[in-house]
């Protein structure tokens, strides 16, 4: 006897019941019939129980993959996507163990039963993987077995300007293996950021010299520098020399290539060659992703550890100039904003200058006033010429009077920031006090001995490590193995633990700062470790007892926790950078309080200004007499002249704002409080019924001479239309943000699976030609809609992010006519489609991408509109200082009412086309943003004698003046 068998075969109706009436809530129900939600649920429910009962058997098995392949083709058909399926699954692994809740004990099912079951299930949701992604559980284990091999063939570190052939080709030949290919050809890009060089052919031992390649140019490889998908071209054989710029292909008929994006950057490109010429399937184009991401991170952490590598032999080269480095960070630390003359101080102001950071003056004219007399022409003459000049660095030796009246010597040294103008805007200095530098002189030949000795004794990664650390200008600490034992600490990194060095070395971090348990850096410690992936923070807050057992401090440090590994260090821990920016962020913190307190002025100003459209209060808190105008009355609903306590006054405030305004008021009224008063709440008011009104309250309570509170006024502004206008804008912005969202996210899903799932019904040979139709239409359908999000998706930059950007290189404009022509040919081959170009092709500026997305619009928009036995024309001419493209075709004239609304969005040329044909009415929009993009225009004729014309004129310019870097124009 088996308990899950029998219980879902007694239970089959109550259990389909309920699955009908829960899977009503899923999205991916909505709109089906009943039959559809249940579609095949009661025999696979007997195939499960089945298979519980008799075992895996092949009838049975082969029977439950019948009916889980019907239910989710089904799901396909209605746009549903991977996510709804599986939550159907789920949604049935839920309610089965729900039913036998209130069965007896000895009728549930035992941990064996269960297993079974839930077994089907998991195997049911990796069946709808398969369906929707044409991913297959091979596929995933030959992906998972070819990145474990990149991973292992992974280089530690890749120096900047070294040859890299040498632990990047196994690299790139494991990925040609993996996509069975005849070779690829890596190129990453230079310091510049635009060209890229190769540097690594798995045909040639050494890549050819003084190759490379402009990324931002016409070339196949420029192109796939640019696309955020992998870009294929399966002519590589047949490629004109600006395709070809940059590539060796020999015998590759097949190109395949994909960016390489890391932090949202370009590293560079990977490009893969095939012998024969043939189309990539979309599971080879995500097989290419999935690797080129692996060799994106791979090559990134390597570049990033060659970087740390080289940096530290430049700090061990320049060892004095590290020094002086290190000992200006210790010293006082100031920013100067030349706009404002504001001065933000912080380091050890209290011990060179004998004021703590908050004692020091706002404002520039502080520093001055304390400058030596005898010094502060110069000094003062000397940083205001830096300023005014060229050069971004000033430095001077001067005497600054100490808080105690005496003298201090400092060497001040600060690098100026200017903007695109050259105007100075920004200074960052540190005051450093010149005994120092002495006091370091007289014990350099001790130090330099050491420094010998240990680097003998030392001559090890590791070694290396620690003497970087203890001369480096920032915090820095090494933390060993999983428990973060501190293995080495700098005296910065003490000061900033508020610990000796005797009491961290050796000590797991979370025993020399316990307080930091809870606060979650144990977890990102052991996530870095585990992980090997760096963690940077940005101003993480942090509370931290500065001495042992001493109170809790608010802190902020900049954090970074880079993993170190035994083969490149001779450890296995964690590198700790951390910098204190406490007196930083507190400093902001005081700009934005003072900024909400002139706000809070501001804001008292206006409503005095506004008080004839106010109510107005007096309360006098010792008697609890109170006054209430009106106005104020009838905002709230009290009656006209009686007396009212402020209790009743409480009332009609809606429940769940009334204790933040009794909150409000207890704060206004505290001793030794600012006495302000200043909430927004709701009130129905009892004569209105159910209308709710929103009122802003402001006021002040007035304190006796002994602190206690005596009085307390205030005004009362009825913000009801500004809530409303408010909401709507808030309701206008979520819509705008959910249709992006739709667009950019929900839609493709769908789609992807639409036409994923098309693709492999077209593969199937059981196919007849009715049902072949039917999927192929369902495939145009699908291909039509992503057009359309491609529609949306530029109409949205153009309206709402300031136009469409064009990116001019020099172009042959009737080559490009030529091309897209025969395409349209392709699409369309019942047409008949002509062309008039100019014997000597017209050369000029213009963006190569938009200028086809342009024509193509141009031509689908003629094609639609004309009937099928009549031609359609383009035609290609120069006049002087511009080139026209024209687009005819013979269809019905456009309405005259149309005309001057036919670049508008969402407009359509002739209304009751058949469904077929319908889009998102904003092809001619994006062809008029695009026109003027290039500063060029558009007009349209349209008669019934003469047929529709479309003519674009396109500014004509040198190709010489025209080439170079490439711009971003905005459409207006």
Not at 402 to 427: K, P, S
Not at 592 to 607: D, H, V, Y
Not at 648 to 663: G, K, N, Q, S
Request: aromatic fraction near 4%.
């Amino acid at each position: 006897m088996n308990l899950i068998a029998d219980f879902i075969e007694a239970n089959l109706d109550v259990l389909v019941r309920r699955f009908a009436e829960a899977a009503r809530g899923l999205e991916s129900t909505q709109g089906l019939k009943p039959s559809e939600v249940i579609s095949t649920l009661p025999e696979y429910l007997h195939a499960v129980a089945a298979i519980c009962r008799h075992g895996a058997t092949p009838e049975w098995l082969e029977t439950r993959a019948r009916l889980e392949e019907a239910h989710i083709n089904l799901r396909l058909r209605v746009g549903a996507t991977q996510q709804d399926a599986t939550d159907e699954y789920t949604l049935l692994g839920r309610l089965i163990p729900q039913l036998w809740e209130d069965a007896r004990p000895e009728r549930r099912p035992g941990a064996a039963d269960l297993q079974c079951l839930f077994e089907q299930l998991e195997e049911a949701m990796d069946h709808v993987e398969v369906l929707f992604s044409g991913y297959s559980l091979e596929d995933r284990q030959r992906e998972k077995r070819f990145l474990r091999q990149m991973d292992a063939l992974a280089p530690r570190s890749l120096e900047p300007g070294a040859d890299m052939q040498g632990p990047v080709r196994p690299l790139v030949e494991l990925i040609v293996r993996a996509m069975e290919a005849a070779g690829a050809e890596l190129f990453l890009v230079d310091a510049g950021g635009r060209r890229m060089v190769p540097v690594a052919h798995t045909q040639h031992p050494v890549p050819p010299p003084g190759r490379w390649v402009d990324s931002q140019g016409p070339s196949f490889l420029g192109r796939v520098a640019r696309s955020e998908e992998p870009l294929a071209l399966t002519q590589a054989r047949d490629l004109e020399d600006a395709a070809r710029e940059g590539l060796h292909v020999p015998g590759w008929g097949t190109l395949l290539g994909l960016r390489l994006w890391p932090h949202g950057e370009l590293m560079g490109v990977l490009c893969v060659g095939f012998a024969e010429a043939r189309p990539v399937p979309p599971r080879t184009r995500r097989f290419l992703e999935t690797l080129v991401d692996t060799l994106s991170g791979i090559l990134d952490r390597a570049l990033l550890m060659g970087q740390l590598k080289e940096t530290a032999t430049r700090l061990e080269v320049s060892e004095s100039r590290y020094r002086l480095a290190s000992q200006a960070a210790a010293d006082t630390v100031w920013d100067w904003d030349l706009l404002t003359q504001e001065v933000t101080w912080s380091g050890e102001t209290r011990r060179l200058l004998g004021f703590a950071p908050e004692e020091t003056g706002p404002l520039a004219s502080w520093w001055v006033e304390r400058i030596h007399p005898e010094d502060r022409e110069r000094v003062e003459h000397g940083i205001h010429a830096a300023i005014r000049g060229t050069q971004a660095r000033w430095q001077d030796e001067y005497r600054f009077i100490h808080r105690q009246g005496g003298a201090v010597r400092v060497l001040d040294t600060g690098v100026i920031l200017r903007d695109a103008t050259g105007r100075g805007v920004r200074m960052v200095g540190a005051m450093q006090d010149v005994t120092l530098q002495r006091e370091e002189e007289c014990g350099r030949a001790r130090l330099l001995l050491e420094a010998r000795t240990a680097r003998v004794q030392a001559d090890t990664a590791l070694g290396h490590l620690h003497r970087l650390l203890q001369q480096a200008p920032v915090a820095l600490a090494i933390l060993r193995g999983p428990e973060h034992v501190v293995e080495l600490a700098n005296e910065r990194v003490c000061q900033l633990w508020g610990r000796a060095s005797a009491q961290v070395l050796g000590r797991p971090l979370l025993h020399v700062l316990p307080e930091v348990k809870e606060q979650g850096i144990r977890e990102l410690l052991d996530g870095v470790l585990t992980t090997g992936i760096p963690y940077v923070g940005q101003e993480l807050h942090i509370r931290l007892a500065r001495a042992p057992g001493g109170a809790l401090e608010d802190a902020y440090f900049n954090l970074v926790y880079q993993p170190l590994h035994p083969d490149e260090v001779g450890i296995q821990g964690i590198l700790v950078v951390a910098s204190d920016v406490t007196e930083a962020v507190r400093a902001r913190q005081r700009a934005e309080g003072l900024a909400g307190t002139l706000q809070a002025s501001e804001e008292r100003l206006r409503l005095a200004l506004d008080a004839a459209d106010m109510g107005s209060w007096d309360i006098e808190l010792a008697t609890g007499r109170t006054t209430w105008d009106a106005r104020f009355r009838a905002m709230v609903g009290l009656p006209e002249r009686a007396e009212v306590a402020l209790d009743e006054v409480m009332r009609p405030v809606l429940d769940e704002d009334r204790p933040r305004v009794e909150h409000a008021m207890a704060e206004a009224a505290r001793p030794g409080g600012s006495g302000e008063f200043a909430s927004e709440f709701r009130v129905r008011r009892p004569q209105d019924g159910q209308p709710v009104r929103w009122i802003s309250g402001r006021g002040h309570v007035h304190f006796g001479p002994d602190g206690q509170p005596v009085r307390f006024v205030g005004t009362g502004l009825d913000v009801t239309e500004r809530k409303l206008a408010e909401e709507t804008a808030r309701q206008r912005a979520e819509f705008e943000q959910y249709l992006m969202g739709i667009v950019s996210h929900d839609l493709r899903n769908p789609l992807s699976a639409i036409i994923l799932g098309t693709s492999s019904l077209l593969r199937r040979e059981e196919l007849n030609e009715r049902a072949t139709k039917a999927v192929l239409r369902i495939q145009s359908s699908a291909e039509r809609a992503v057009r359309m999000i491609r529609d949306l998706l530029d109409f949205t930059q153009a309206r709402l992010g300031g136009g469409l950007p064009i990116q001019c290189q020099d172009l042959e404009l009737g080559a490009l006519v030529r091309q897209v022509v025969d395409e349209a040919r392709m699409t369309a081959p019942e047409r008949d489609l002509q062309v008039s170009l100019p014997q000597a092709g017209p050369r000029g500026c213009w963006d190569p991408d938009r200028v086809t997305q342009l024509l193509i619009n141009l031509l689908g928009n003629a094609l639609k509109y004309s009937p099928e036995d009549t031609p359609v024309t383009v035609r290609l001419r120069e006049v002087p200082g511009s080139v026209l493209l024209e687009v005819h075709n013979d269809g019905e004239p456009i309405p005259a009412d149309v005309l001057p609304r036919i670049f508008q969005p969402m407009q359509r040329g002739a209304p009751g086309m058949d469904a077929a044909t319908r889009s998102v009415g904003l092809g001619l929009y994006i062809v008029r943003t695009i026109v003027q993009a290039h500063g060029g225009t558009i007009d349209v004729t349209s008669t019934r004698e003469a047929g529709t014309t479309f003519t674009v004129r396109l500014p004509h310019a040198e190709a010489k003046q025209a080439a170079g870097a490439p711009v971003g124009l905005s459409a207006p």
